[in-house]
């Protein structure tokens, strides 16, 4: 089997973390070849959609229920390529920009979200324990959806990005100062030292609102993360944990439509006005903007 990202925390997170990021993303690292056909999706998916980039599919195991309306709600949904397209995704790639360039996928905050964790605690449903998550016990059922850039992930693995997680980063974080450019997704949960690389690089794309909003601790033994800071913790009063100046989860990570998105200067790089998720693998423009910027 293929590695698909470069992983080092732990032997024990390094499987979890290798488990999730297959769970979405499958086995294939650089631009899909056009050998890929439709029938290699699983007998148990269905095509959401054909009027995109990609295909778009659901798996019967991420059925969530109905909506009020009746419409059919999964907890994350899939791409895959087109053939005709492959044209359109070399013309997108990476390779495209005199840019060395990297993707930071958000495996902590993908866990922070697994239940029980961080979420049950601020529901009220669970004390303080929920507060730190076991990449153990997690990984069986943790899966990147909306939440965690699901489909911001998998187009820049289409489109053949390199991508490392934000585990490689928090054990070393030297490793950004060989990519011209750093691409963050929902990064919303990272450590003190994963914050100081990411502000510190000359140039990042915050492509989505609410990244670097709460500060975590790593336990590499116990492969564990735990919330330190922000997100109404340990105080109702804190939001970011890190007092970010350039915080901008309001409104922008509420804004879905991205029907007027546009990126705007900050003194490290450049943040989008809104949360892409639902427009990443839609949108030839925005991702034309991403790889020029």
Known sequence: MKKIIKISISVVLIIAAAYVIQNIVGEKTS?????????????????????????????????????????????????????????????????????????????FTMLAYTNPGFYDYYAG?????????????AHQNAKFDYRSSAMANQVFQILGYE??????????????????????????????????????????????PNALYAEISVDEKNSTITLIRGHGYPEETIANGFDWEFENTDPYEFDK?????????????????????????????????????
């Not at 699983?42 to 599919?57: I, P, Q």
């Not at 449903?125 to 016990?137: F, M, P, Y």
Request: hydrophobic share 35%; proline share 3%; aromatic share 10%.
């Open 125 to 137: 449903i669970c004390d303080e324990s929920c507060l730190t998550v076991n990449a153990i016990s």
């Open 163 to 208: 991508r490392i997680s934000d585990a490689d980063v928090n054990q070393d974080p030297s490793i950004l100062s060989k990519y011209d450019r750093v691409i963050l997704l929902h990064n919303e949960y990272v450590t003190k030292k994963m914050f100081d690389a990411i502000t510190n690089h000359p140039k990042v794309i915050y492509l989505y």
């Open 31 to 107: 631009l899909v070849p056009e050998s890929i056909q439709e029938n290699d999706r699983k007998d148990n998916t269905s095509t959401v959609s054909e009027n995109s980039l990609f295909f778009v599919y659901t798996e019967e195991d991420d059925f969530i229920g109905k909506s009020e309306s009746g419409v059919d709600n999964f907890v994350r949904y899939l791409l895959h390529p087109k053939k005709e397209n492959m044209e359109l995704y070399n013309s997108l790639s990476s390779k495209n920009t005199k840019q060395s360039t990297v993707v930071i996928i958000p495996l």
């Open 257 to 293: 439509k991205c029907e007027n998105w546009e990126f705007y200067e900050i003194d490290n790089g450049f943040m989008l006005n809104c949360y892409p998720e639902e427009i990443i693998f839609n949108d030839v423009k925005l991702l034309e903007t991403i790889r020029d910027l």
